[in-house]
């Protein structure tokens, strides 16, 4: 097999340097398209003839990018599903999350269908038709009338929290509108046709409200009530309104009777209405009221209180939920109803008794009132979208099942599609090609074992916190080249926060620490492939500044005070040459790192302002360093920040060539089979959301970075950020998509893939 290999990489060289020698000296045209053609034939004959009796278990050509994560992720808004029970989820990051089959699969509604907005903040629904959806965002209003397949834009301001149509006339609809996402400042707008013009109605809302929710009349499309409170960026007074003259005018209701939680109209009452208060010391459940005259007076049933369900068809039937107190040791968990009104209560399910997922965490089903939705298809249906998981029922209550990911294996876990994510590395080991890591914000370390078919939790519990092992933060990953089974990481409770160097030697499910590294957050890990393999030589930033270790990460000693260096890189051929960059630009040690060999070897524009934090909005600087796999001194940078983007270097740093320009330059990935084959990525999103046209998502060349093209098929929105080709399949592409997690794609036909790929 070696020699085979061999033989390959000798007759693929001839081959370039006769191409080179035809197109140069004797003037024979060299098309680039047929010359990446040929080298994709050599490629598969060469797997063919390496693996010939694994043809039949290979999957087809992943032809367009295909999404893979564990699941979940936050942060997700609300959820609501619609008349045919088509399930729209908000996201903060990703636009929205659709599913056409209850929760089994999912898709995205994003910048491909037409969105220019990340930040998803309002659902509503036609009460009849479900393919007339409204979208509320942070910029204003999307219609979209072919159930989510296209959107267009119908108000171009405002942070709207809820909207909808009206079940009595679907042509009046309202939404919930405020100037900017964290302004307490609430207006009413208004359509009259259907939701494709909006303007402003509200006359005399008073001033400092956060409005939660909307609540039609089913029986009278003048007729709608608001609700403010706490949100999760701005809050008002815990207080609710009523409007009789379609949205002009509004009057307060309920006052005196408590801190308002929740309302509740009555879908085959006329004129009843429910609401909820909050105990004033917050121990107990709080209260149920009814008014059956839209709010004017109110009886009191129960001092039970929650968020309402009211069961459509049958009246009686009331259900409460309290979002803030799921915990199984709480007397107020779980739900509640009555069947006579509100006179008797019974607990139909506990929190303990709910699936969950892949989390154990026990604050899963703890939410904000926002985050239950119904659903207008299925009465004994609820939607219940918590800040990171997606859960439903389907039996009134009795039990919650999770909507966002399969256990496929015990303990290995797939989403369905639903990822809110924010991801910060990437890892595929070399030594044992199967065996992939990812590193995320907030749900961590994962590990997949069988080439990202399923995944399993790596998080070290001493290392996260408070999430205990369900969550945490991965900043930096790397795998040993060589050792099957050995990764290096850095974990911590926020990304912010100080992190831990951690060693595993059996693919992440045991971690050792490494000491010596400041308590601060960790980035940048990179490994010397020349190093003894019982003592890899290691390098990593912590707060700006590059350390080293020697002895295989157990030990840690600052080698060159940076002060702005995030992120390092050792060359490929010659372990002596060592990187680092950030906002201080690039610099290159040719001694391996040692103290006082360090040099500023980058241009001017590779530094960068520093306007907060490495990850967030403002930072500037090298934001990646790939040192080539073929070429001794070559190596290519990305550097964000304003017409900035990817360069190349020839000689180890002393001249430079710049290859792309680029806002939002990422990371950069070549071919360990091809040498003109480049993967290079941009992304106006990474912390948090934020759509931007210059943002070019995944770049391609085939060509040495002369000419690039996008490479977006099959994305929701163009957004890449940590990049890489797998080690052994040399024609797939792995890359992570802030929002929609990491996905995979093929240059080429997988045939004679090894068995593990894609198939169970």
């Known amino acids: ?397 009795r039990h919650f099942f999770n909507i966002y990911t399969d256990e496929v294996e015990p303990g290995r876990w797939r989403s369905r599609g639903i990822d809110n994510v924010v991801m910060f590395d990437l890892a595929i080991s070399e030594a044992a090609p199967q065996h992939i890591y990812l590193g995320y914000f907030d749900i961590g370390c994962w590990h997949s074992p069988d080439g990202g078919y399923s995944w399993e939790n790596c998080n070290d519990v001493a290392s996260t916190g408070d999430w205990e092992g369900n969550g945490g933060n991965t900043t930096t990953l790397v795998a040993d080249p060589t050792r099957p089974g050995v990764v290096w990481t850095a974990q911590a409770p926020s990304w912010d926060e100080p992190g831990r160097l951690l060693r595993s030697s059996d693919y992440g499910r045991t971690w050792k620490a490494g000491a010596g590294l400041p308590a601060v957050p960790l980035m940048g890990l990179s490994l010397d492939r020349h190093s003894p393999p019982a003592r890899r030589t290691l390098f990593i930033t912590a707060a700006g500044d590059v350390y080293r270790s020697v002895d295989d990460g157990r030990h840690w000693y600052k080698v060159f005070d940076c002060n702005g260096c995030r992120f390092t890189a050792v060359d490929y051929v010659d372990g002596r040459l060592v990187y680092a960059g950030g906002e201080a630009g690039l610099w290159r040690s040719t001694q391996g790192g040692d103290p006082g060999t360090w040099q500023r070897v980058g241009l001017p524009e590779m530094a960068g302002n520093v306007a907060g934090e490495v990850w967030e909005y403002g930072w500037e600087g090298v934001f990646a360093i790939t040192p080539d796999p073929h070429t001794l001194e070559r190596v290519y940078v990305a550097v964000l920040g304003e017409g900035k983007g990817l360069y190349r270097s020839d000689d180890g740093g002393r001249t430079w060539q710049k290859l792309w320009t680029d806002d939002f330059m990422r990371d950069i990935a070549v071919s360990p089979r091809f040498p003109n084959v480049l993967v290079a990525t941009s992304s106006s999103a990474y912390m948090s959301g934020g759509y931007d046209p210059g943002s070019h998502g995944v770049l391609l060349s085939t060509d040495g970075g002369r000419t690039w093209r996008a490479w977006n098929e099959g994305m929701a929105w163009p957004f890449a950020g940590p990049v890489a080709f797998h080690p052994t399949l040399p024609g797939r592409v792995w890359v992570g998509s802030p929002g929609t997690g990491f996905q995979y794609r093929d240059l080429v036909a997988p045939e004679a893939y090894m068995p593990w790929v894609g198939t169970k």
């Open 1 to 397: 097999m070696v020699r085979s290999s061999r033989s390959f990489v000798f007759l693929v060289v001839l081959w370039l340097i006769a191409s080179f020698f035809a197109s140069k000296v004797l003037g024979f045209p060299i098309d680039q398209g047929d010359v990446l053609k040929d080298a994709r034939r050599a490629l598969l004959r060469d797997e063919q003839r390496r693996a010939p009796d694994t043809r039949a278990a290979v999957p087809p050509a992943v032809t367009t990018w295909h999404r893979t994560n564990p699941g979940g992720g936050g942060w997700f808004a609300t959820a609501k599903a619609g008349p045919d029970g088509l399930i729209l989820a908000a996201s903060d990051l990703s636009g929205f999350y659709r599913s056409r089959d209850r929760g089994r699969t999912w898709d995205v509604i994003g910048a491909a269908q037409g969105l220019r907005t990340t930040h998803a903040s309002g659902i509503g629904f036609h009460p009849t038709d479900p393919d007339v959806l409204l979208l509320g965002t942070e910029e204003g209003i999307y219609l979209s009338e072919d159930g989510g397949d296209s959107v267009s834009q119908v108000l171009d301001s405002g942070y709207i929290t809820d909207l909808g149509l009206s079940p009595d006339d679907p042509r009046v609809g309202y939404a919930a509108y405020h100037a900017e996402w964290d302004v307490a400042e609430a207006e009413v707008y208004k359509t009259t046709d259907g939701g494709h013009t909006w303007a402003r109605v509200s006359q005399n809302l008073p001033s400092g409200l956060r409005i939660l929710k909307l609540f039609l009349d089913p029986h009278d499309a003048d007729t709608l009530y608001v609700l403010s409170g706490e949100g999760r960026f701005a809050s008002g007074p815990a207080a609710a309104f009523r409007s009789t003259d379609g949205g002009r005018t509004w009057t307060a209701i309920g006052q005196g009777l408590g801190k308002i939680l929740d309302l509740g109209l009555s879908p085959d009452v006329t004129d009843r209405v429910y609401l909820s208060v909050l105990d004033p010391d917050g121990d107990d459940a709080g209260a149920l009221y009814r008014s059956d005259d839209r709010g004017t007076t109110w009886t009191h049933l129960t001092n039970r209180g929650g968020r309402i369900w009211i069961q459509s068809a049958q009246p009686e039937i009331i259900r409460l939920i309290d979002p803030y107190h799921q915990f199984p040791w709480d007397d107020r968990n779980g739900v509640w109803e009555s069947t006579d009104g509100g006179k008797r209560w019974t607990r139909v399910s506990k929190v303990e008794d709910w699936d969950q997922g892949w989390t154990g965490a026990y604050w899963a089903y703890n939410t904000d009132l926002r985050s239950l939705g119904d659903d207008l298809s299925d009465p004994e249906w609820l939607i219940w979208a918590d800040s990171q998981f997606m859960f439903a029922t389907d039996d009134g209550g």
